[in-house]
């Protein structure tokens, strides 16, 4: 498979299925000013290794699931989240390991890193794993079958399970300093 590279400089990214799959997946890349919707991300190797995802908006990124897996011969793709605000993948998936999976960079070799940065904590919104709604995905995250993140919990703050990153900023909190008596 090619690689796919999408830019909106001033404004959005939306489309429909992005499959970028194929003996060896290939590369998907897509960065906007604002907001990136899409249907399925498939950049699966079926029998080399998986492409890797690279989402990276101001704002929200909406997918129903990306699927980064490698085949028996390769390692799952890296998945490279940075959302300013939400992250949301709405839809699910069986993976190779039998995962019920929104987001799975598994493989035959070993799987490749995951990583979601996304500005719900500064809005006081966590990472949901089992709900999409607003912040979350709606199935597990997994990256083989010995590193998976399923449904449900929640995840105020930053995570980190193996090779899977859920970063969360804090709001900056500021210590006020007693003021002298007078």
Known sequence: AGSVTLEAENGSVFTSDINVDGLTGGDLRIIA??????LEIDTSGSIGSGGDV?????????????????????IGGEVDITAG???????????????????SSAGGQGG?????????GLQGTPFEVGDASVNGT????????DN????TQSFPTSYTQGNIRILTPSPNVVETQPQPAI
């Open 33 to 38: 000013e604002t907001a990136i919707t899409t």
């Open 54 to 74: 690279f989402l990276d908006p101001l704002e929200d990124v909406e997918v129903l699931f990306i699927d980064a897996q490698g085949g028996l011969a390769g």
């Open 85 to 103: 605000r939400f992250f949301r993948a709405t839809a699910t998936f069986l993976d190779q390991d039998g995962e019920i999976a929104s987001i």
């Open 138 to 145: 709606a199935g597990a995250i997994t990256s083989g079958a």
């Open 148 to 151: 998976v993140i399923a449904p």
């Open 112 to 120: 490749g890193p995951i990583t979601i940065r996304h500005g719900g």
